[in-house]
């Protein structure tokens, strides 16, 4: 990962985590961990030194973690915004973008209309 990227991340990660902390839960912290690692594990699948098919294992898990985070907390919907960044910051183009981040919208969106 570039060090431009990696910062990047971190100050939006930075932002997400100051946004969800300012009403402090236990259920908000748990939100908060788990849409952490969902982002973590998609950024996995840019890794280097992937086999055949094994970056969709990771949108899969991440695509999960994320679900489970929107299931506490909706707040975590807000990490649509970081994964575009990463993905804005990686250089791709909004088709490449959309299509990328396609099973989280829908995620999102379902989630929303679930809970809500």
Known sequence: MHKST????LAFSLGLICGLLM???????LALILTL????VYTMRDASGL????DKYFIVMSSLLYFAALAISLCSAI???LLAGYEI???KNLKTLSLRLLPHIIITVVSIFLFI
């Open 89 to 91: 910051s990686k250089g």
């Open 79 to 81: 990490a649509i915004v």
């Open 37 to 40: 690692i969902s982002v973590f």
């Open 6 to 9: 990696l910062q990047l991340l």
């Open 23 to 29: 009403e402090f839960s236990v259920t908000l912290f």
């Open 51 to 54: 086999k055949h098919n094994q």
